[in-house]
């Protein structure tokens, strides 16, 4: 499998090189993420891993536009950025995981696994579903639009996919683990209060300006989607 590396430090992109490579990708250097882009065109590629602080455009800038074009390919963000806002700057810009470095090279195989192994276990675009829909609650899973009563929402591509596994489980109690695993992957971070911000995003998005609301906390437990509370 090929695997695109945006990495402006020559000495951490040689050892991920070496690295990935012992492992039986091929691997391709970018240290530009503009030049980048272009690679994402050419090449079929099975996973990207960027910095987000580059030359020119920044990675975070880089996800938002090559999601655009390639939606369903793999990002994972290598980088020394490592608070919760930036992090979740990360995820919003479409990253499927985040690593901060210093990093251990064992843990970026194991995390490239994850990425891959759930890439893989979602449903292909010709056996998705066009439309799911919860009473006045819209999703158009192929153009990742939502309307709420006819009026359209804005999501990120997080929140979206947030939404979606809500939807998809709807009326059932969903512990803060079960999201992590399904929304991020089995390698976050369930000490931090992501799920909790994200759930407070949605909130505001999807229930703020109607009467009858959601999404809803079972304190001690996890959360729950539904309209009969």
Request: charged letters at 30%; a neutral charge.
């Amino acid at each position: 499998m090929k695997i695109l590396i945006i990495e402006d430090n020559a000495r951490v992109s040689a050892l991920l090189k070496r690295g990935l490579e012992s492992q039986g990708y091929q691997i391709y250097i970018s240290e530009d993420a503009e030049d980048a882009l272009v690679l994402a065109d050419r090449i079929a590629f099975g996973l990207i891993i960027t910095d987000i602080m580059l030359p020119q455009m920044n990675g975070i800038e880089f996800s938002k536009t090559v999601r655009q074009k390639h939606p369903d390919l793999p990002i994972i963000m290598l980088t020394a950025l490592g608070t919760i806002d930036e992090k979740i700057e990360g995820f919003d810009a479409g990253a499927d995981d985040y690593m901060v470095k210093p990093f251990e090279i064992r843990e970026l195989y194991a995390r490239i696994k994850a990425v891959l192994l759930r890439k893989s276990s979602l449903p292909k675009k010709e056996e998705t579903p066009e439309v799911i829909q919860y009473h006045q609650l819209v999703i158009h899973q192929k153009t990742n639009r939502v309307f709420r009563d006819g009026k359209e929402i804005t999501l990120t591509p997080k929140e979206f996919r947030l939404l979606v596994f809500l939807m998809t489980h709807a009326e059932r109690i969903l512990t803060r683990e079960e999201i992590a695993e399904n929304v991020w992957g089995n390698h976050f971070d369930t000490g931090t209060n992501y799920i909790d911000v994200y759930i407070a995003y949605l909130r505001k998005k999807i229930d703020k300006d109607f009467n009858e609301k959601l999404i809803h906390t079972k304190p001690g437990t996890g959360f729950i989607f539904t309209r009969n509370l």
